[in-house]
């Protein structure tokens, strides 16, 4: 599969995490109906970062270099987010600060360190 495929579906992946993180800050956790919908859309936001992030790498043979590493820990800080939301140990305006600052980061890393990106 071309890189820009899996560039694509990367970043179709991101928007829907940031959905699911937003809709999940506004939905009731006491309501189940109204958390379920949100959290399987942060969860297949999710699933398609991962899995076309990887596949990306696999096409490219990057090997597993430390910016990757750095990617892979801050997806996994962007799915404990959840947890942060449900159990509301922040307060809805510092979880979306820190949703945003960690996305930056991640953006900052994959557009600097990027072989396909790159002209």
Same mark, same amino acid.
């Given at each position: ?16 995490? %940031? ?11 006491? !309501?189940?109906?109204? %958390? ?17 992030? %990887? ?5 490219? !043979? ?8 750095? !990617? ?38 994959? %557009? ?8």
């Amino acid at each position: 599969m071309d890189p820009g495929i899996h560039r694509s579906i990367h970043f179709v992946g991101l928007i829907i995490l %940031f959905v699911g993180i937003g809709s999940l800050i506004s939905a009731d956790p006491k !309501k189940p109906p109204s %958390f379920g919908l949100p959290a399987m859309i942060h969860g297949i936001g999710l699933l398609l970062i991962l899995v076309s992030g %990887f596949g990306l790498q696999a096409k490219l !043979k990057l090997g597993f270099p430390v910016w990757m590493t750095s !990617k892979v820990v801050i997806l996994l800080a962007l799915g404990g987010s959840i947890a942060l939301i449900k159990r509301k140990v922040l307060p809805p305006v510092a979880i979306y600060l820190l949703v945003i600052f960690l996305g930056g980061i991640s953006a900052y890393l994959g %557009f600097s360190n990027s072989i396909v990106l790159r002209p």
